[in-house]
T-cell receptor
């Protein structure tokens, strides 16, 4: 079946620095990828939708200048958290959509801790 | 906002069937019912999806009422490894979605299923 690889699985960074998270579709082409954020004991919250070769669409309340999304190829989307602050500490999860039928495959998530 | 309502938690004995209900009374004609589960600190895992007919795969069965306003996910023989948060989601099928963000999955609070020995 479809596999989505997310890297890194864990990252600790200092406040004020930037962190890049990669999301790769390993055995299929993903024209659309989604980025979610999940705080402890809460559900997944959709942050943005990225489409290969075009600008991402951000959900209301998500700062596009803070969470930079790039989807330069059909197998890779990246999320960069810029000028990270402790309140950005969260579990970030990507999802890729393909046309095969199942539709949505999720990565294993990235635990970001900003100190 | 999520268009589904699920009980916040359920318990099930190991080896017994787990029946997880979901209400989606405002579901549209082109929207499918998806079920995903999330084991602690992992990404969600696809379980099953359906439009109006009952569906079964190696993981579970999905029973959708005739009016499509509710559904039930059935894990026929629950194991301890089935302990997870189960999410019921309604969304247009991706192949029918077109557009860019159309067809995105919006998660509600889900049901915490605890399988005990």
């Amino acid at each position: 079946g479809a596999v989505v690889s997310q890297h890194p699985s864990r990252v600790i960074c200092k406040s004020g620095t930037s962190v890049k998270i990669e999301c790769r579709s390993l055995d299929f082409q993903a024209t659309t990828m989604f980025w979610y954020r999940q705080f402890p004991k809460q559900s997944l919250m959709l942050m943005a939708t990225s489409n290969e070769g075009s600008k991402a669409t951000y959900e209301q309340g998500v700062e596009k200048d803070k969470f930079l999304i790039n989807h330069a190829s059909l197998t890779l989307s990246t999320l960069t958290v810029t000028s990270a602050h402790p309140e950005d500490s969260s579990f970030y999860i990507c999802s890729a959509r393909d046309a095969s039928g199942y539709g949505y495959t999720f990565g294993s998530g990235t635990r970001l801790t900003v100190v | 906002d999520a268009k589904t309502t699920q009980p916040p938690s359920m318990d099930c004995a190991e080896g017994r069937a787990a029946n997880l209900p979901c209400n989606h009374s405002t579901i549209s004609g082109n929207e499918y019912v998806y079920w995903y589960r999330q084991i602690h600190s992992q990404g969600p895992q696809y379980i099953i999806h359906g439009l109006k007919n009952n569906e079964t795969n190696e993981m579970a069965s999905l029973i959708i009422t005739e009016d499509r306003k509710s559904s039930t996910l059935i894990l026929p023989h629950a194991t301890l490894r089935d302990t997870a948060v189960y999410y019921c989601i309604v969304s247009p099928h991706p192949s029918n979605a077109g557009g860019t963000s159309y067809g995105k999955l919006t998660f509600g609070q889900g049901t915490i299923l605890t399988v005990h020995p």
